[in-house]
């Protein structure tokens, strides 16, 4: 890899800033001074230092972000913001250019993305055979009754060849909008045509954690459906034993511990 390259994906400057650095003559590869960006240098075994600093090369990356409404799981799109987009707004344009989100969630779904190059590690995640759990907060229209519940805890019909597997549905709870976040209110107020305070009085809704082992296409939407409501609020808690940072805002992102990386490297087999 050539050097300037090499700095650049460590989050040493863009490639225009870590040329400055290079042909300041700083940087040693094995001891041996590097004045020229073009400069190889083995990413594997070679010692790079720049000054005192030892440039340790990380091969994967894994950054946790909190999706906002209205942004897309995708890498590039030319009408709304991505994913990447946000990456980098939180650590700089200079990031790698093989990170993808590993998964997707519909552009009005909050919560939970990885973000990675780790391909083998994302397509275990998300593979069917694996059966890595998937959690979801959810608040529906109206009450999801006790049948609607066991149909989705025992695998119910969403118009697909076969019923979805059994879900895990935690936590419910039958509530007023007044019992809801600010922020949920005001997602759920926007979706009606109707003057709010004539919407929502005396309205209930039922909130909940929905844990999924598959992930087909709008599957917790075409679920609350099938158990006759709507969801109104989405978003994503967990994936395997990585759960969303209570810390991070809408928007905001992190790079994972080595610790969260090995339990989902164990999660996902």
Not at 29 to 43: D, H, L, M, R, S
Not at 48 to 74: F, T
Not at 232 to 251: C, E, F, H, S, V
Request: some cysteine.
């Amino acid at each position: 890899m050539r050097l300037d390259k090499y700095l650049a994906e460590m989050s040493y400057g863009t490639r225009n800033e870590v040329k400055k650095i290079i042909r300041s003559g700083t940087v040693t590869i094995n001891g041996v001074q590097a004045a020229k960006p073009e400069t190889k240098v083995n990413e594997l075994s070679d010692i790079v230092y720049i000054g005192d600093e030892r440039v340790s090369y990380s091969q994967y990356v894994y950054y946790m972000l909190n999706k906002p409404a209205g942004c897309v799981s995708a890498t590039k799109d030319n009408v709304h913001k991505t994913v990447i987009d946000l990456l980098k707004k939180n650590i700089g344009n200079n990031i790698r250019d093989d990170i993808f989100p590993a998964g997707r969630l519909d552009i009005d779904t909050e919560g939970l993305v990885l973000l990675t190059n780790d391909g083998v590690l994302a397509h275990m995640l998300l593979s069917p055979r694996r059966h890595v759990e998937k959690a979801y907060y959810l608040v529906a229209d109206g009450i999801i009754t006790d049948n609607g519940i066991k149909q989705l805890t025992e695998g119910i019909d969403i118009g697909d060849e076969t019923l979805t597997l059994p879900a895990k549905a935690e936590n419910i709870k039958v509530c007023s909008i007044e019992e809801l976040g600010k922020d949920i209110q005001d997602i759920i107020k926007s979706q009606y045509n109707e003057e709010p305070s004539q919407t929502h009085e005396g309205k209930v809704y039922t909130s909940m954690e929905l844990v999924l082992h598959e992930g087909r296409y709008h599957q917790v939407k075409r679920m609350a459906e099938a158990a006759g409501s709507r969801v109104l609020y989405l978003k994503r808690i967990r994936m395997g034993t990585l759960w969303l940072d209570k810390a991070l805002l809408p928007g905001e992102c992190r790079e994972l511990s080595a610790e969260e990386v090995q339990q989902l490297r164990r999660t996902s087999g």
